[in-house]
């Protein structure tokens, strides 16, 4: 589509004077928008419409039309699209985010069905949902699910995925009449290009070997491949399942979820003591440096605490498993904590419906959230340097079944 021309303003308004429409305040509101939108996208650009000038720096592109509701009621307004780019009025309209779209959807169906407090309640008053039928409800939410499901089912081209965090979530549900608790898996990978994205989404009654597996063997089924190392607290069955789905996967034990768990075998007066100390660890330069510091550490610990020092060196190699990965990628593979604050974002939008009133609505939250996530991961700058990449895949692996090393092959991008 051509782009217009900038408007004209007193023309438009000279024009709306003479006409007295009937919806003259409604139409000067939507003139006086678009002039303005108009003039910050002729901005943008580096010069007016049509004008050729060395100083411009874009183009216009034509339009796309949203409706604006105001107290003179709904105006679709134009927002001028630019050929590099893009341009989006945030003084004027905020943006329509699918998480939020989603938790709405989420909110009037609790209250709908009935199973919403007196908080949610509030809550749907605060969001402007007032006398909300059933159908709208399902109108509201048809073309999330379809965004949704299209984004958990897309094919993971994108590979191959050296590394991959997993983690799971409980979240309350309503179901034949009782409250109980589902598990939320989530997978994250780095792709062939440095990104990072969202893999999967699958809700599952329980933590444990099984759902683990037949999670992880969605994702093989829908093209994931490529994997070298997978990290992940130590959930029940998980390591299992990594090598039946993912065979020729290491796996590295998140060291902050260990560390709570090794605190719990000393008294809490000697906790701070034997954190710094297996801290200590990890802040070696070199593979043959961590190898001896744990060394050392297990001997003190040992003088005092013999059971913490025994648990410490049973998970050796789930620990350090990052150590045969470039120094310059341990940060990023030693722990959990790129998930976490995943984790974080997710909770931020779950705590506010509290209880799910069904497995289809944290879905379509949780989904919508994961979604926007990976957006955002797309638009920003690569999380590992594609010759670490490189280099990662190189490296033998030894699993965690304490295996034989793999022979260092390359995994063709």
């Avoid at 409800?137 to 949704?148: C, G, I, P, Y």
């Avoid at 759902?211 to 130590?234: C, I, N, Y």
């Avoid at 709570?260 to 043959?288: G, H, I, M, S």
Wanted: charged fraction near 25%; aromatic fraction near 6%; charge should be neutral.
């Amino acid at each position: 589509m051509a782009a217009e021309p900038s408007l004209n303003v007193a023309e438009l308004l000279r024009e709306h004077l003479q006409s007295a429409s009937p919806d003259l305040l409604r139409a000067m509101v939507q003139t006086f928008a678009e002039t303005l939108m108009s003039a910050e996208a002729d901005a943008v650009c580096g010069a007016e419409y049509g004008e050729r000038s060395d100083e411009r720096v874009n183009s216009r592109n034509g339009y796309r039309h949203r409706d604006w509701d105001t107290r003179a009621g709904t105006v679709e307004l134009a927002i001028p699209k630019l050929r590099q780019g893009s341009y989006f009025p945030d003084w004027l309209l905020q943006h329509r985010r699918r998480a939020e779209q989603a938790l709405v959807s989420v909110v009037a169906t609790s209250y709908l069905l009935g199973v919403s407090t007196r908080r949610v309640e509030k809550l749907v008053e605060q969001l402007g949902i007032k006398q909300l039928s059933k159908s709208q409800v399902s109108e509201m939410a048809k073309h999330l699910d379809a965004q949704v499901e299209a984004f958990r089912n897309r094919p993971l081209d994108g590979g191959p995925y050296t590394f991959v965090w997993v983690d799971a979530l409980v979240i309350k549900v309503r179901e034949h009449g009782r409250t109980i608790n589902v598990h939320a898996l989530v997978a994250v990978g780095v792709n062939a290009d440095g990104g990072r994205e969202v893999l999967g989404l699958e809700i599952s009654s329980d933590e444990d070997g099984a759902g683990w597996l037949a999670f992880l063997r969605s994702l093989t089924a829908r093209g994931l491949s490529g994997v070298r190392l997978v990290v992940s607290d130590a959930h029940r069955g998980l390591v299992s399942a990594i090598g039946a789905a993912l065979p020729g996967a290491g796996w590295q034990r998140c060291r902050t979820h260990y560390l709570r768990n090794l605190l719990a075998k000393v008294p809490k007066t000697a906790q701070p003591w034997v954190a710094t100390l297996v801290r200590t660890v990890f802040d070696q330069p070199d593979t043959d440096a961590v190898e001896a510091q744990y060394a050392r550490v297990l001997e003190t610990i040992a003088e005092k605490f013999p059971d913490a020092a025994e648990h410490l060196d049973d998970a050796r190699a789930d620990l350090l498993a990052f150590t045969a990965f470039p120094r310059e990628l341990w940060r990023q593979i030693w722990s959990n904590n790129p998930q976490e604050r995943l984790n974080k974002e997710i909770r931020r939008r779950t705590d506010v419906v509290g209880i799910f009133p069904n497995r289809a609505a944290i879905i379509r939250l949780v989904g919508a959230v994961l979604a926007e996530q990976t957006d955002e991961w797309v638009e920003g700058r690569r999380y590992m340097g594609l010759d670490l990449l490189r280099k990662a895949r190189l490296t033998p692996i030894t699993t965690s079944q304490h295996t034989e090393p793999d022979q260092p092959v390359e995994i063709a991008a």
